[in-house]
């Protein structure tokens, strides 16, 4: 349903809890805007706990942002991985 609302409305409700499931739909119907929303989103809540999945999220989905944010908090955080 969200989906929707971005395609009619140009806008989303709760993005902030849906964005690690709407990156995928986003990518598969070329909603780029909405693509770097996700990204942006998802950039904000990287942590020792769930890197790993948004590392593999980004590389399925070719989000270049949120990939090399993944990389660099591996980086940066060794000792935490």
Known sequence: FEILRFIYAGKLQ???KLADA???AADKYCLERL???CEEILCTTIDKDNVADILILADL???AQ???QSIDFINTHPQGM
């Open 22 to 24: 709407l990156l995928p």
């Open 66 to 68: 949120l990939r090399q």
């Open 61 to 63: 989905h070719s989000a």
């Open 35 to 37: 693509k770097i929303q």
């Open 14 to 16: 709760n993005i902030d």
